[in-house]
């Protein structure tokens, strides 16, 4: 093991010492010593403890939130027996305190009014707001049907509403976590494999030996136990090869990094195939006896040399070469990591096929090191009436797209823009936590399709920028104040988490599903929520579970024995996969026969224009999107987002490192505030970078409000998927303005 990774592991975690001396990041990678500390002050202090699961991103780590004899939380803390956590929660998790305390959230129910010839947002009663809401779902129901209000969500309070929403007779429902987010990679591995990945992804890091990341910068993103199996693996000795054109903290600790040419990895993928199958290095065994089409499969990447490969990519064929055998040599021990947010380019569905098949040369999936077989346990639904059928829902809206197994965002917003001629018009939304005017690309077309509305309403914690469009704005409290849906996610055993209100409800806030019920009483609903706490659904689904909320009250998460198999494939052992033909599909007929590739080629995408630069945008370690930018904790760590120059840009540009600028995209887009120059070899010269997430332009967040720029501004060109309806946000390029092109104006 090369003694400078270790280095660098040692550095970030000082870096990260650093961080929990400011009270933000306590115990990420192994700080226990903070730890032992902090429960002994605990014990001194004489807190109580609640359980929980984290709320600041998907991952849903348990955890403990503690609280003193006058109510304050004073830390959150992981769970030991949570395999999410490992009783570690990632900065951002300890940092949650500050959803709580963050003096900016909204406080009560607000309508649009007009007061004094000015339209503004007046305070009102919890009645008063949602007897509206109520009349205006009757209204829709009455003039259009119950599928012309949709929801749009993200998140626990999604779960509660979509019952109303289904109760109510609409599945019209779509969120930014498919079509934004992970969509295609399900399409690619579901036409492989048989299955989705899922989250949290079975991605077997823990006993890997080959660690293949393609963008996919784990370590910024910290969704936490990969973070944590990922460093193990680096201590082990695990190679690590990192596909990104940015030096990503990932990279800064592979054995190998290919700074791709954006855009051109699948021509790398089609590369590394060809390599493995004419080098006779792919897993014959494997390859035998489970898969189809594996000469049909030779034959496409006949071509595909790295000689081949190294025009398009700029990646060296002896480094292709050399990454494919480093893959092959621990196979079946090899996960080529499907990513996460894969809608980049518009075929990322194929691209994600192509990592399906490369796993599926190697042998990963399904064996040790590579991808486990993961089980989870089925949470009984509490009993309600049979929710009636709409006529038509988010799987009619995106019918174009074959593949799509959730709403597509994008064609909800052309339903409701499109409303007047429609068959599927769209008059109303509900929109509960998301910001979807950052989460979503074209914002133009966002606020177009709102401006079509007859009415919005909207669910947050925070006064973001989605809730300045709202007719009806309801204040939820935070994940800090209340119970929501027991936490089931598969895993290498199948475990359940709790989530318990640790402290009241703060201001006049309430949790969605209180919100869900008074709505559905309101229209008739009431057989839908037949209990008066949540706290009853969830101590009658524990007690299903052979479990009771008292004693989760005491443990906070449960963990099961699997009751579905082994981890991993048994040798000789027959498996059927999920697939039509039973079988991992090299070639798939199913594609083919819609009139798709049925193997995925490599098509160019469109350079930057002279002058440009591509868009290039991921995760700050200590912040999750725009949700975080205005958390006293988190904005104390970093507070705005730089822009990532190559010095070759500076020189040519004559920048000033934390000099301002603005950037301009290609359709002459501005972002509304400047960001600061980060001059940096660790992005290539034809990109600049950026977090995602910052760039606020709602007054009412204090910390947040004009720092940094967002990345979602300058999104105004998409690549859809064909197959599922992804839309592909990297393919959009900025130049550098010096001068403030808003000198002359206000915002
Ligand atoms: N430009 C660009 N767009 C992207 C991405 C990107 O990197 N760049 N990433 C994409 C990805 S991967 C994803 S998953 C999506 C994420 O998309 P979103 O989930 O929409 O992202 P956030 O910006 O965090 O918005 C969350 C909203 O929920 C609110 N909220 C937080 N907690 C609660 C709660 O407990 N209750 C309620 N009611 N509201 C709450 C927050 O205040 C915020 O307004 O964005 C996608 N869009
Ligand atoms: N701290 C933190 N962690 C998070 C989140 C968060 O908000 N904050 N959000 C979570 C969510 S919902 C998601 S979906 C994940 C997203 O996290 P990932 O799935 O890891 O996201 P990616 O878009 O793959 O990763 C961004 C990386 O892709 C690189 N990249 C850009 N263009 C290309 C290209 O053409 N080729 C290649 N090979 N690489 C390229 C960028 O330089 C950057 O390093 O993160 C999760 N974890
Ligand atoms: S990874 Fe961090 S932010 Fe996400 S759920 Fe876990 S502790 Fe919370
Ligand atoms: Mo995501």
């Not at 797209?401 to 917003?413: F, K, N, S, W």
């Not at 925070?462 to 809730?467: A, E, G, L, R, S």
């Not at 443990?555 to 991992?584: A, M, W």
Request: net charge neutral.
């Amino acid at each position: 093991m090369p003694t400078s990774r270790r280095k660098f592991i040692k550095i970030s975690a000082l870096g990260l010492g650093g961080l929990a001396a400011t009270g933000g990041a306590m115990n990420l990678m192994g700080m226990n010593p903070l730890l032992d500390a902090a429960v002994k002050e605990n014990v001194a202090r004489k807190l109580s403890r609640t359980p929980t699961y984290c709320e600041v991103c998907f991952w849903k780590c348990a955890g403990w939130v503690y609280t003193d004899e006058q109510q304050n939380i004073t830390k959150i803390l992981g769970n030991d027996d949570d395999p999410h956590c490992n009783g570690r929660l990632c900065p951002r998790g300890t940092g949650g305190i500050g959803m709580y305390t963050d003096e900016d959230r909204l406080k009560t129910p607000l309508i649009r009014s007009i007061v004094n010839g000015e339209e503004t947002f007046r305070e009102v009663s919890w009645e008063e707001a949602l007897d509206l809401i109520a009349s205006k779902f009757t209204e829709v129901r009455e003039k259009y049907g119950p599928e012309s209000f949709a929801l749009l969500k993200h998140g626990s309070p999604g779960k509660h509403l979509e019952h109303l929403f289904k109760a109510y007779g609409s599945d019209t429902i779509a969120e930014p976590a498919y079509a934004q987010c992970r969509g295609p990679r399900e399409t690619g591995f579901a036409l492989t494999f048989g299955s989705w990945v899922g989250s949290p992804e079975p991605t077997d890091i823990r006993d890997t030996e080959c660690l293949v990341l393609i963008g996919s910068h784990i370590g910024e993103n910290m969704h936490n136990t990969q973070v944590q199996e990922m460093s193990d693996a680096i201590d082990r000795g695990a190679t690590i090869i990192t596909v990104d054109p940015r030096l990503s903290t990932a990279a800064s600790k592979s054995d190998h990094w290919l700074p791709i040419k954006p855009g051109t990895d699948m021509a790398l993928l089609l590369a590394w195939m060809h390599v493995l199958i004419y080098e006779d290095l792919y897993n014959k065994d494997y390859v035998e006896k489970y898969t189809t089409g594996f000469n049909k499969l030779k034959e496409h990447v006949r071509t595909c040399t790295p000689e081949w490969a190294y025009a398009i990519t700029t990646i060296e064929p002896e480094v292709i070469r050399k990454t494919a055998r480093a893959m092959a040599a621990a196979a079946p021990a090899t996960i080529v990591h499907p990513g996460r947010h894969v809608t980049w380019y518009g075929d990322d569905a194929q691209r994600a096929r192509a990592v399906a098949m490369l796993n599926g040369l190697l042998g990963s999936w399904g064996n040790r090191g590579g991808f486990y077989f993961k089980e989870g346990l089925k949470v009984p639904k509490y009993p309600h009436p049979e929710y009636p059928k709409p006529k038509w829902g988010w799987e009619a809206i995106g019918e174009k797209y074959p593949y799509a197994q959730m709403g597509i965002t994008q064609e909800l917003i052309k339903a409701t823009i499109e409303s007047e001629h429609n068959e599927h018009p769209i008059k109303a939304w509900m929109v509960a936590g998301t910001n979807l005017t950052q989460s979503l690309p074209q914002q133009e077309k966002t606020i177009e399709a709102i401006n079509n509305l007859d009415f919005l309403v909207v669910v947050d914690t925070m006064p973001m920028d989605i809730t300045g469009y709202a007719d009806v704005v309801l204040p939820e409290c935070t994940y800090l104040e209340r119970y929501d849906g027991i936490r089931s996610a598969p895993n290498r055993n199948p475990s359940i988490a709790v989530r318990i209100p640790a402290v009241k409800p703060k201001y006049q806030s309430k949790p969605a599903w209180w919100i869900s019920k008074q709505i559905g009483e309101r229209l008739g609903l009431g057989a839908y929520f037949d209990y008066d706490d949540y706290e009853e659904v969830i101590e009658w689904q524990l007690k299903q579970l052979g479990t009771s909320l008292e004693e989760m009250k005491k443990i906070g998460v449960k963990n099961f024995e699997r009751t579905s198999g082994p981890l991993y494939l048994k040798e000789d052992q027959d498996h059927e996969f999920f697939t039509s033909s039973g079988k991992v599909e090299f070639y798939s007929k199913d594609l083919k026969s819609k009139g798709f590739d049925p193997m995925p080629v490599y098509t160019p995408h469109p350079e930057p224009p002279e002058g440009y630069y591509r868009l290039n945008y991921g995760r700050s370690p200590v912040h999750t999107f725009s949700r975080t930018i205005n958390n006293p904790n988190l904005s104390a760590l970093k507070d705005e987002n730089t822009l990532w120059v190559h010095p070759k840009v500076a020189r040519i540009r004559g920048l000033q490192k934390t000099q301002e600028v603005w950037l301009k995209n290609q359709d002459g887009v501005v972002s509304d505030f400047p960001i600061k120059v980060r001059v940096t070899e660790r992005i290539r010269w034809d990109s600049v970078y950026m977090y995602h997430g910052f760039g606020h332009a709602n007054k009412k967040l204090s910390r947040a409000f004009g720092k940094g720029a967002s990345d979602s501004q300058l999104i105004t060109r998409t690549a859809v998927d064909p197959l599922m309806g992804g839309t592909g946000l990297r393919g959009n390029f900025v130049t550098i303005l010096t001068e403030d092109p808003h000198k002359n104006s206000v915002i």
